[in-house]
């Protein structure tokens, strides 16, 4: 187990920060923070180094809007004593988002995205189909997102320096109409590896000048085509524990009730998904028998919503593209790329 101990106020609001605004300058975060440049970047890379904190991107929600990409949950059952073999080929699978160890009825929760339904469908029956130790698997098409991981908030910081951070909201781009181009998917699996790369570096990756990849990554984050966050290792916050939560909602209140699912604090993902179930919600809290307060406090803001089933997450091997050792800290990435066609992936690996 890493001995990183825990954040204190000036990592927690560092930490923050980044979740706030997660490309700003070192000199703006000091700034906000009342502290040196130079102090914040050092003790970001002590972060960074130890695998305690990370930025990271992803394909956002409006490529699904635009007909250019789609995202599914899928849960596997998996042969007794093969999980490990399963997950860890899983997690080597650019087109796999996340892979998690979950309890109830499914070994593992996977978050897979695809350029399409069709190219979904051939990764499912292909890829997944024929990978040893998978007994059965079953697909969740996900459909609205009603928050994402990268608004949720540590909480570390006073509103007046948080408002200070929180970027202006100029007229936003919308991404529907326009196609990606291979400049920008190759922007977009740069930024999944690290999502404050520098624009020097990013043009060095793509083979494109620097003006092009600054006007460029600010078309595809102001559009959220893709979509920036900081995460965090879970041991090192008050609500370890992730739980996810399978539930159903009459169609004409749906969209009332996810808004409302929404905005809770310990949720991290609120999304409507095609099956048995309409809606998917993800929350940390802080102990598994929260789990039943955080039930009730759902079923409180949104009346009429029925739990089917929950599962509480026992390890993430992976996470939005990213490689976690056994206790939930970075060791290494597997760069988000639904658009690569390899067979072998292993040069991507426990990329660093």
Known sequence: MKDFGRLDEVDAAIVNALQISPRASWARVAQVLQLDAVTVARRWKRLADAGAAWVSGHPGPMLAGSGQGCMAFIEIDCVNGQLPEVAEHLTQEPTVVTVQHV???????????????GELSRWISGALG?????????????????????????????????????PGKPARRSAVGQRLSTQ??????????????????????CGI????????????????????????????????????????????ALERAAQAVAGLRDVRLC????????????????????????????????????????????????????????DGYRVGCVPIDPWNRSADHDDRAGRG
């Open 103 to 117: 309890t109830g009825g499914r070994n593992l929760l996977i978050t897979v995205i695809a350029p399409g339904l």
């Open 271 to 326: 999304a409507g998904i095609a099956g048995r179930h309409n809606l998917l919600i993800i929350a940390w809290v802080r102990a598994p028998d929260d789990i039943q307060r955080f039930e009730t406090r759902v079923s409180q803001v949104a009346p009429g919503i029925v739990i089917g089933d929950r599962s509480v997450v026992l390890s993430s091997f992976k996470v939005n593209g990213h490689l976690l050792d056994e």
């Open 209 to 252: 000048g620097v003006d092009t990849a600054r006007r460029r990554t600010a078309h595809l984050i102001d559009s959220e085509a893709v979509l920036i966050r900081c995460d965090i290792a879970r041991p090192l916050i008050d609500r370890p524990v992730a739980v996810v939560l399978w539930a159903e909602v009459a169609s004409h």
């Open 184 to 205: 920008d998917r190759e922007l977009m699996v740069a930024l999944s590896e690290d999502g404050r790369a520098s624009y020097t570096d990013l043009a060095a990756r």
């Open 130 to 166: 024929s990978l040893g130790g998978v007994i059965a698997a079953r697909t969740h098409l996900v459909g609205a997102i009603h928050t994402h991981a990268s608004r949720w908030r540590l909480h570390a910081l006073a509103s007046d320096r948080a408002a200070q951070l929180a």
